[in-house]
């Protein structure tokens, strides 16, 4: 609350300053003019001076720039695995072809690199392990189980037409990852579910639960998809002929049923767009 204030304070500095500028022109053009330029000028010697940077203790500064680059690595991470996995499940008719799909799909900021990835995908494409590619390996090893999960909920729809299908993806945590340990992404399966409508849930490895808001989708945690169908038996039950499949029956609030709802960790989805 405090810096919203603060930040509040700043906005009506600067638009007093326009108000007096306007009301000064309006009465001698030429002097509104210099009251304004004026204006420009101490502004941008205060801002260098930092009298309009919010202060953070050091605790709070420091927590924030790890975060900060927590998301920035994953913001990368997830443009550079999402081609790579699209690129090794293609086929091209040559190599040339194969990297110029990979520059046309590549973010230009890992052009310079476009030659070694490329070798290295193709590399990869033969069979032998690429230290580089272990993230997009991970991912492509779960393709097989997403695949087979999707055509399950396809035969169970044609049963229960009226319930909504929570399509599997890869998801890769990032949220552990820093620059002081050797730690890799890690990779699981996920579904999204609001719990407020009927629906069928593939046997994943963790449960994202939702709802609708005005602007979309709110993501309200995540729990073990055993431990939730384990708490919500009354609700959850395994569908006729379909091992891995569930069906749900609304539910108004999980965490009231006995559901360990945990906050969802950083990381990035990979789905069946990706795949194809």
């Given amino acids: 609350m405090e810096r919203f204030l603060r930040r509040l304070t700043h906005v009506l500095l600067v638009l007093t300053w326009l108000a007096g500028s306007a009301l000064i022109g309006l009465w001698y ?74 520059k046309q799909a590549l973010p230009r900021i890992f052009h310079p690199s476009l030659d070694e990835l490329h070798h290295n995908l193709e590399t990869a494409r033969l ?27 396809d035969r169970a729809k044609k049963r229960h037409p009226e319930h909504q299908l929570a399509h599997p993806v890869v998801f890769v945590i990032t949220d552990h990852l820093d620059a002081t340990s050797d730690a890799e992404p890690k990779v699981i399966t996920l579904a999204g579910w609001n719990p407020s409508t009927p629906a069928l849930l593939p046997r994943v490895d963790m449960l994202t639960f939702v709802s609708e808001g005005e602007k979309g989708k709110i993501v309200r945690g995540q729990a073990h998809f055993s431990a939730a169908v384990a708490a919500l038996g009354e609700f959850v039950g395994p569908v006729e002929e379909e091992s891995d499949v569930f069906l749900a029956q609304p539910v108004d609030d999980p965490a009231r049923h006995g559901v360990a709802i945990d906050k969802v960790p950083l990381g990035f989805v990979i789905g069946a767009a990706e795949f194809l």
């Fill in 29 to 102: 053009r030429p002097l509104g003019v210099a009251a304004l330029a004026a204006g420009v000028v101490l502004f941008f010697w205060a801002y260098k001076r930092g009298a309009f940077t919010l202060r953070r203790t050091a605790t709070e500064g420091a927590v924030n720039t790890e975060r900060e680059a927590k998301v920035m690595v994953t913001q990368v991470l997830r443009e550079l695995t999402r081609v790579q996995v699209s690129y090794l499940c293609q086929t091209f008719d040559t190599r040339a072809e194969g990297r110029a799909w990979l």
């Fill in 127 to 153: 069979g032998s392990e690429v230290p580089s590619l272990r993230l997009a390996s991970a991912i492509l090893a779960r393709r097989d189980d997403i695949q087979s999960l999707d055509k399950a909920l």
